[in-house]
């Protein structure tokens, strides 16, 4: 059986989180890039332990985010988090992002964020856990379905925003386009100046016109510990305890 313990995020919000099903930095990155609005209705594709909803949950306050994903036991840890801190407001679903169609809000939503599976498949060393395949491989889905689906859930003008490693971006962004999401503003994160970029965040608009904008480059760490930009992201919360990974 899996152990379930609980992290305390900002706003005294606990997170179940297991050995299989966790967080890391991306995670807050991709949710304060994402920055929904206040009306605005989100989805979470490959939600995990449902970390980037309940990071928009606090910061941002979306009038609704749904979280979708293939792993029951992801799913089941999402459910006791919703449950555990009353949050009306967050939706947890079951589901294969390949098949969402049948119950789905199609274009209806404003942001679709997603975390997706790094690393192509067969690519690299592959973990032994099968959660963890499924996070960091493109075995359940690739980088196309999830712009695929992203696309059927947007309205006209919204917005898909992802996290990779910068050797898919070229990947993701030929995604992007083939499903009718225009890039329209990338990031780069590195440790330190000094460091190439270890991570991408991008933006996409759903029937955007072709313009991409290079934003300012992301650094984690300054001069004396975290970046003054990470700790605001970061916004309080247990800054030792989170390292970059994926769950």
Known sequence: MPQYTFETL????????????????????????????????VCDLGTGCGI?????????SPAEIYGVDI?????????????????ESIFPVHADLKTLWDSA?????????CNPPYKAAKAGIESEADAHKIARHEILCNINDVC????RLLKFGGRLCLCNRPERLADVISAMKDNGIEP?????V?????????????EGKKGGKPFMKVMPQLYINGAE???????RIYGGGKTNDYVKGKD
Do not use: Y
């Open 105 to 113: 809000p199609l274009g209806m939503l404003d942001v679709v964020t």
């Open 225 to 231: 510990g975290f970046s003054d930009e990470l700790l």
């Open 71 to 87: 792993q029951e036991q992801a799913i089941e840890q999402f459910n006791i988090t919703v449950e555990r801190n009353h949050l």
């Open 52 to 60: 980037i909803p309940l990071l928009m949950h606090i910061s941002f």
């Open 190 to 202: 590195s440790k330190t100046p000094d460091d190439s970029p270890w991570l991408f965040l991008i």
């Open 148 to 151: 695929k689906a992203a696309s």
């Open 10 to 41: 900002r706003n005294e919000i606990d997170i179940c989180v297991s050995d299989e099903h966790k967080f890391g930095t991306d995670a807050f990155l991709l949710a304060d890039f994402a920055a929904p609005r206040r009306k605005d209705r």
């Open 184 to 188: 329209k503003n990338l990031r780069f």
